[in-house]
């Protein structure tokens, strides 16, 4: 008798914490503040990216003590503040986020995520950055030839290919990509080329879109010299095609760039003026592939600093 009612009391106490467990994990869904009063909030981690591939990637380890745990699991509280589905942003950082570790360069890689929820259409802003290894460039092109490796219906399939299966279903899973292949100065004092992935998921995924912002390309500006040469490019796209390029270099180079562009079917659409630099955006008139683009963006640099040593001459 007392085995029986010391096992109910055991089975009431499982059930009361299961309950707990319940109204945890549903608290923010059903939350009848939460989802409109938060307004912005950001969450930034900076990871050691050598110590989670010699510690944990490869080993068994207990899933919920590790790195990317605490990262999918972020990500799926802040998708449900926006009121997306959090088991989807939770599955898209998964595979953008084991990419980044295990491709990656460097020692650290940067993880950061930021609900935009005053906006007309709120949005989860996912961003994932690495060092390049030195020559190294990544661009859209490479990302959409992995994504065709994941794809089934594809003649590009690869059963073997991890890369192009997460490529594809981040590509599947998120309502807008962009690429940024940028140049900053490192605690170190090293001037240092990275890649950064940004992933936007909407409120509304056929609303309106963010205004592309050079805020981080315009710090980096600020920490050059003077004398440095600028040419940044900034890739952004919706689904499979670039939907702009924005090239930032400095003033008296913008003329001849805008030449350059033109010449391979790319129409200026808009400028901003940054201090001695000109942010210069431009839609593309026809399709373009890999082989163009990395023939596109070499002219431009061949101009931007041949040009630069004949001033200096």
Do not use: W
Not at 14 to 19: D, P, S, V
Not at 146 to 160: H, I, K, Q
Not at 190 to 197: A, Q, S
């Amino acid at each position: 008798m007392d085995t029986t009612v010391e096992l109910e009391k055991e089975i009431e106490a499982l059930r009361k914490e299961l309950r707990g467990l319940r109204e945890e994990m549903n608290a923010i869904t059903e939350s009848p503040y939460l989802q409109s009063s938060v307004k912005n909030l950001v969450y930034e981690a900076l990871l050691d990216r050598e110590e989670i591939v010699e510690r944990e990637f490869g080993h068994r380890i207990n899933e919920k003590h590790g790195t990317m745990f605490e990262i999918k699991q972020q990500a799926r509280r802040l998708a449900l503040l926006l009121g997306l589905d959090g088991d989807m942003v939770r599955m898209m950082v998964t595979e953008a986020l084991q990419n980044i570790i295990e491709h990656g360069y460097g020692r650290y890689v940067t993880v950061r995520f930021e609900i935009e929820n005053d906006d007309l259409n709120p949005s989860l802003v996912s961003s994932f950055k690495h060092e390049l290894p030195p020559g190294k460039k990544y661009t859209l092109s490479d990302i959409n030839r992995n994504a065709l490796r994941g794809d089934v219906t594809s003649e590009y399939f690869d059963f073997e290919s991890d890369r192009g299966r997460g490529e594809y279903i981040m590509k599947q899973l998120t309502d807008e990509r962009r690429i940024v292949n940028g140049i900053e100065i490192d605690k170190d004092g090293r001037k240092v080329h990275y890649f950064k992935r940004i992933l936007i998921n909407y409120k509304n995924p056929s609303g309106g879109k963010q205004k592309i912002s050079f805020s981080e390309l315009k710090a980096e500006i600020d920490r050059l010299n003077y004398e440095d040469v600028v040419c940044c490019f900034h890739m952004h796209h919706v689904h499979d095609m670039p939907d702009a390029v924005t090239i930032a270099t400095t003033k008296h180079h913008a003329e001849r760039v805008a030449q350059i562009m033109s010449r391979n079917f790319f129409k200026l659409k808009e400028q901003e003026p940054y201090y001695r630099t000109v942010f210069a955006t431009y839609i593309p008139t026809q399709p373009v592939d890999r082989d163009q683009l990395l023939s596109l963006f070499a002219s431009v640099r061949q101009e931007v600093y041949e040009e630069s040593a004949r001033r200096e001459t």
